[in-house]
């Protein structure tokens, strides 16, 4: 419940000193009374959104409204009862006739009511009914109020069915429905909706008429002014709304008593409303209170919109484990009204609140009537708090897109079809990446990248757009002589032709080497001007040994209209754009305004901290980059320290650290790691146990590896190895640089590796190689830079130092004591899981409106990626034993590596199988449809024979049989090719006239 603007109140006597002419929008709701519950908040709200579009708007409300309620919304008092309220003789009745009797006597005064409320409101063309609140007690009355209406009359009358078909399902409802339908028939403006796709789709069996789903929409106003709670705060737990059986709160004590047992209170506090509680709740909560722990607090008395909002605005969590057989379907407004505020939300599986949650909000699911359940997700939220309050963030502002009253009242204007493009689900996504090296995986920021496309491509077509690689087309002086040659011809072929016909288009790159379809990518690469803007851009401004090239990075595509252009094609075909980087942000931003597209903006890094060797290269990013992040709907950073620069210049962001793909990176291979470096790519490691470094061509890295230099002078006994661009290969006393290397390799190398190193001086955002080497299971030792950006990691995992004097005895320390580094690389994996790709871009999920589906809900997890990339390596350079040796110590089934092995590396395979994965491999080959090699497969026979498996030489000579047998035509044309080979040509004949 929140406090809104002020309707202007007319009270028993609307105001009708206004022109005859508006239309007035008529809130009917028998059970406004007070604030108790969420009537106040619902009706203030739709009438907010009416008055905003043009209506004057007015509810019939209960007779005992209080002058509080009429004081802020314009109401009529005219329902002697509320809507749940019985007739007072039903009670007489006998049982058997009891029900019947009181929908019929409640509908036919509600009736009576309503059309006397009626009368005090004159309602002109374009005038609407809008009905939030009907139980089987009205459904009758407004039937036979709509059937008594004009065809194609003034008025429309909409019906807003909120509960369960069972309160609906009766002989007296069912008549009222088949007379909304005569009357929808017979041309009376009516329609059905409800407030749930579920409840929609159940109540759709009670009637022929259509049901459609409008929006909710009390959930803007208070919402927007969230304070923000110390991140050393207590974890604040509320339960909002009266004490209900079927709200779990039963159980919510339950679980605090279970807590408190454990002892495990200390760092939270909980609120739970328990006012109006029925007598079976009543005795759990005067139970509870002898025992109640002191950071428990009951509140006993309804709470003022203003106390409402402001409990709700406090809470980090909101406890709703509501019954599924109440709320299978139905919606719940606190639930709601927590998303809207960007609250972690503990909700119940299978119900109408876990789709809502799956699809935007950050929380917990749990099973129903399950204190231990409740316990449990408690128990996630302590440990995962950072995770789901981000995610919880994310999806606030699309909840509140969805859900408020102006897409509410659109709906009712134009349709289902004109709410607004907020609840559509994004089918395609467009990302816009300013770097030439996407396909490359090999920067922090490409990695990012593939990992974010991975994760949308699960639920939507994504179009990567990139930038071409400058390097491979830089035009030497004899091309740009004969380009200035062809200049007059190229303007003359303008001026004859269509401009479009001169107008470059982006080229495709191959097929991304991910695990998901529906991906492509495409280079836009620049222009000649484009080498020129940048040469004078080098002149004008001042030389920061490279650091200008971030101001660069923000002009040169501004001057490329065919730029512009293909960017245009890219968001007309996307339902949402993200932008990697601000650079390209003022071109795409306008663009996505005028086609009405949400754009995200994210920054890797605050860029002008990178320009620091010059004050006004260091002012003049800084003002470009805050005014790309803030052109977007909404921005996206890497960590906490770029969230409050950014948010000290105005621009809100949501954090989303950097990712690792911990599957990836944990694999663990059978083979002596060194000999796989040796053998397979020609690298030599130093001897004994090293450290190692990886970077890109990025000067922080460059900057790393001198002081790493200087360090391996003090440690001469100690190898040290660099990979990445960040140097060049070559090897200078105990430092060995190998450049750059696959992912495969990689993994490799850091399996081999005893310690990590990352001696960064400076950088912002996020490092991804410090996960990536705890996800591979390695101890890192570093400087406060190289840990910027993430969770307190564990003391085990990590060696924090920033005097690189002291690192030659830590390192001496570390390699000294193989438990220790046990003991940390165990600490390491488990640390790093929390930032796995698949977790941590679920904001995402939220922020791009994407459809989440239970068969969608995790992208799957690919086993033995780096083994199949190892044995694909192996085969083609010969090393059959090795393949056999990963083989046999690394798979526990031969299927894992099928799928994406080519048939002629599969069929080296079958020579370099273990005999028992043996018939496996080649029954699920056959199965594939590429047949084996005969040849392969008759010498995996003889192994089976000459190793005495009888069974499976026989079992294998069955596959080989089979695939050798030949149909009568087959045979035939066997014997006439053999005969025209040795020119027996009489043969031949003879097979030819057979």
Not at 52 to 77: C, I, K, M, P, S
Not at 515 to 528: K, L, N, T
Not at 594 to 619: C, F, N, W, Y
Request: with cysteine; aromatic share 6%; hydrophobic share 45%.
């Amino acid at each position: 419940m929140h406090v809104g603007s002020h309707i202007h109140p007319a009270v028993d006597g609307v105001n009708e000193s206004r022109s005859s002419k508006q239309p007035v929008f008529l809130i009917i709701d028998p059970s406004l009374k007070d604030f108790a519950g969420h009537h106040f908040s619902y009706d203030e709200a739709v009438a907010r959104g009416a008055t905003e579009a043009g209506y004057r708007a007015v509810t019939l409300a209960n007779r005992d409204a209080t002058d509080a309620v009429a004081d802020r919304l314009a109401t009529q008092r005219c329902f002697r009862r509320d809507m749940w309220s019985s007739h007072p003789m039903a009670s007489h009745v006998p049982a058997r006739f009891r029900a019947a009797f009181d929908i019929a006597m409640t509908n036919r005064e509600f009736l009576i009511d309503l059309r006397a409320g009626l009368s005090h409101v004159a309602a002109p063309a374009g005038s609407v009914l809008f009905a939030p609140m009907i139980f089987r007690n009205q459904l009758n009355a407004f039937a036979d109020f709509v059937a008594s209406q004009e065809a194609g009359g003034t008025l429309e009358v909409i019906l807003l069915l909120r509960y369960q078909p069972a309160w609906y399902d009766n002989a007296l409802s069912a008549r009222a429905f088949r007379k909304l339908e005569q009357a929808a028939a017979t041309g009376r403006r009516v329609r059905l909706a409800s407030d749930s796709a579920r409840l929609s789709a159940e109540l759709g069996a009670l009637t022929t008429l259509p049901i459609e789903v409008m929006p909710i929409p009390h959930t803007v106003s208070g919402h927007e002014a969230r304070p923000s709670r110390p991140a050393d705060a207590p974890l604040r737990l509320v339960s909002l709304g009266n004490a209900r059986d079927e709200k779990g709160f039963c159980e919510i004590l339950s679980a605090i008593r279970l807590l408190d047992a454990a002892g495990e209170m200390d760092g939270m506090e909980f609120r739970l409303q328990a006012h109006d509680a029925a007598p079976d709740v009543q005795a759990a909560i005067d139970s509870f209170v002898p025992v109640c722990p002191p950071l428990v607090t009951l509140l006993r008395n309804a709470l003022s919109p203003e106390d409402y909002t402001q409990t709700l605005l406090d809470a980090d969590v909101v406890l709703v484990p509501y019954w599924r057989g109440i709320y299978r379907a139905r919606t719940s407004g606190v639930c709601l009204e927590s998303m809207a505020a960007g609250k972690i939300v503990v909700a119940t599986s299978g119900t109408w609140m876990s789709e809502e949650l799956s699809q935007y909000g950050g929380g917990v699911l749990i099973d129903d009537h399950s204190p231990v359940a409740i316990v449990e997700a408690i128990r996630r939220i302590r440990r995962d708090r950072a995770l789901l309050a981000t995610k919880a963030e994310a999806g606030r502002r699309c909840v509140i897109g969805r859900h408020n009253p102006a897409a509410l009242i659109a709906q009712i204007q134009s349709g289902p079809d004109h709410a607004g493009g907020a609840g559509r689900a994004a089918r395609r996504v467009a990302v816009f990446y300013p770097w030439g090296n996407f396909l490359e995986r090999q920067s922090g920021a490409s990695l990012r990248c593939n990992l974010l496309v991975e994760k949308l491509a699960e639920r939507a077509e994504v179009r990567v757009v990139q930038d071409g690689s400058w390097a491979l087309q830089r035009p030497g002086l004899s091309q740009l002589c004969r380009m200035a040659m062809a200049m007059p011809f190229v303007m003359l072929r303008r001026l004859l032709g269509s401009a479009s016909d001169s107008r470059p288009r982006p080229h495709s790159l191959p097929q991304l080497p991910l695990r998901r379809p529906r991906v492509g990518v495409e280079a836009v690469r620049p222009r000649i001007r484009q080498h020129v803007v940048r040469r004078l851009l080098r002149l004008v401004t001042p030389r920061a040994d490279g650091q200008e090239s971030m101001l660069w990075f923000f002009v040169d595509r501004r001057l490329d209209p065919h730029f512009k252009s293909h960017a245009a094609d890219v968001v007309r075909w996307a339902d949402v754009v993200i932008v990697e980087y601000p650079f390209w942000a003022s071109i795409i931003a306008p663009i996505c305004r005028t086609e009405g597209k949400p754009l995200i903006v994210s920054s890797h890094d605050v860029l002008s901290q990178q320009a620091s060797g010059s004050r006004m290269l260091d002012k003049l990013t800084a003002r470009l980059e805050v005014a790309g992040m803030r052109s977007g709907d909404f921005a996206v950073t890497v960590s906490e320290s770029d969230r409050a620069w950014y948010a000290a210049r105005g621009v809100p962001s949501i954090v989303v650290p950097n990712p690792i793909d911990h599957d990836r990176l944990s694999e663990t291979f059978g083979p002596d790691p060194r000999t796989l470096l040796r053998d397979l790519y020609a690298l030599e490691l130093p001897p004994g146990p090293f450290c190692l470094f990886v970077g890109s061509r990025y000067r922080p890295n460059s900057v790393a590896v001198e002081r790493l230099r200087g360090i391996a002078n003090d440690c001469p006994d100690t190898g040290f190895v660099v990979v990445g661009d960040c140097a060049p290969v070559g090897r200078s006393g105990n430092v060995t640089a190998l450049g750059r290397v696959d992912e495969a390799a990689l993994a490799v190398l850091y399996q081999s590796a005893a310690l990590v190193v990352i001696p960064l001086a400076t950088g912002t955002g996020s490092s991804v190689k410090t996960i990536e080497a705890m996800s591979a299971g390695k101890m890192v030792l570093g400087t406060a830079v190289a840990f910027r950006g993430l969770d307190p990691l564990p003391a085990a995992c990590i060696l924090q130092e920033d005097d690189l004097a002291r690192w030659p005895a830590l390192i001496a320390e570390v390699l000294a004591d193989p438990q220790r580094r046990l003991a940390g690389e165990k600490a390491a994996r488990q640390a790093a899981r929390r930032y796995d790709y698949r977790q941590i871009f679920e904001p995402y999920v939220a922020l791009l409106g994407l459809q989440h589906t239970p068969a969608q809900s995790d992208i799957r997890k690919e086993r033995h990626v780096m083994m199949r990339e190892l044995l694909s390596i192996a085969f083609q350079r010969g090393r059959h034993d090795i393949a056999a040796t990963l083989l046999e110590n690394g798979v526990e089934s031969i299927a894992d590596l099928l799928e994406g092995l080519a048939p002629v590396t599969l069929n080296a395979a079958l020579d370099a199988v273990p005999l028992g994965q043996a018939l496996t491999l080649a029954d699920a080959v056959i199965a594939a449809g590429d047949p084996p090699d005969e040849s392969a497969l008759a010498r995996v026979v003889l192994r089976a024979h000459e190793s005495g498996q009888r069974d499976l030489a026989e079992a294998l000579l069955a596959r080989l049989e089979a695939l050798s047998s030949e149909s009568p035509e087959q045979a035939r044309r066997s014997a006439l090719e053999a005969a025209l080979q040795h020119r027996h040509f009489d043969t031949a004949r003879e097979l030819l006239r057979a």
